[in-house]
Nanobody, 124 residues
C-alpha cells in the first residue's frame, strides 16, 4: 500500500520561499514517476512538476519553470518541491502523487496514489 504524506506548507509573503516534502512509503519507487499538483479554490487540480524516481529527470509546468525545483532523496524515500519567488497566484493546496510507470503524465487522472495535501498561502 503506497502512502504519501506532505509537509512544509504555510503562509509566506510574495517573493518568499517554501520547501514542501513528500514522504513516501509502502514500496520501492524505482520505475515510478512522482509528481506535485495543486488545487486553488474553485479550480481544477493542475500539474506543477514531476520527477522520474530512477534517473531523476524533471518536468515542470510553464507557470513554475525557473521558480520551483523538484527533487528526491532516494535513501529517504522523500520528494521535495523548493518554491522560490512565490506569487499570490501560487496559493493552493499542494498534493504529491505517484504514478506506477516511468512514463511521465501531467494529468491528475494518471496518478492513482495521492497524499492528503498541504496548504500554501502567498500574501501580497
Amino acid at each position: 500500500q503506497v502512502q504519501l504524506v506532505e509537509s512544509g506548507g504555510g503562509l509566506v509573503q510574495a517573493g518568499g520561499s517554501l520547501r514542501l516534502s513528500c514522504a513516501a512509503s509502502g514500496r520501492t519507487f524505482s520505475g515510478y514517476v512522482m509528481g506535485w499538483f495543486r488545487q486553488a479554490p474553485g479550480k481544477e487540480r493542475e500539474f506543477v512538476a514531476a520527477i522520474r524516481w530512477s534517473g531523476g529527470r524533471t518536468y515542470y509546468a510553464d507557470s513554475v519553470k525557473g521558480r520551483f525545483t523538484i527533487s528526491r532523496d532516494s535513501a529517504k524515500n522523500t520528494m521535495y518541491l523548493q518554491m522560490n519567488s512565490l506569487k499570490p497566484v501560487d496559493t493552493a493546496v499542494y498534493y504529491c502523487a505517484s504514478h506506477p510507470s516511468p512514463v511521465v503524465v501531467s494529468t491528475a487522472q494518471g496518478y492513482p496514489y495521492w497524499g492528503q495535501g498541504t496548504q500554501v498561502t502567498v500574501s501580497s
